[in-house]
């Protein structure tokens, strides 16, 4: 089992910044994969960024340039730093993991605002 916990989300103007951070606990030493989704009201949950154990990333096209996910492997934490934030970035964001099994854990959420 692995607990997350998310923290850094609110409210900011549009062209601000905030960073996300998740603290994973548990059985840390099975993650492979970290990676932050985000939902917004009436669309389904897609992924933000992601990155490996190894240092790969993947970001979605829409935060490219924008956004920057990070880990620190040795204290099972991941970051998503994000820059120029735009009202369509307005969504409640999930940290989740992956271990090398294939099972996935999922962090309670936490809002990020852009007002215009």
């Known amino acids: 089992q692995v607990q997350l916990v998310e923290s850094g989300g609110g409210l900011v103007q549009a062209g601000g910044s905030l960073r996300l951070s998740c603290a994973t606990s548990?059985?840390?030493?099975?993650?492979?994969?970290m990676a932050w989704y985000r939902q917004a009201p009436g669309l389904q949950r897609e992924l933000v960024a992601s990155?490996?154990?190894?240092?790969?990333?993947n970001y979605a096209d829409s935060v490219k340039g924008r956004f920057t996910i990070s880990r620190d492997n040795a204290k099972s934490t991941v970051t998503l730093q994000m820059n120029s934030l735009k009202p369509e970035d307005t969504a409640v964001y999930y940290c989740?993991?992956?271990?090398?099994w294939g099972f996935g854990y999922w962090g309670q959420g936490t809002q990020v605002t852009v007002s215009s």
């Open positions: 548990g059985s840390t030493s099975r993650i492979n994969t």
């Open positions: 990155i490996t154990r190894g240092g790969r990333t």
């Open positions: 989740n993991v992956e271990t090398y």
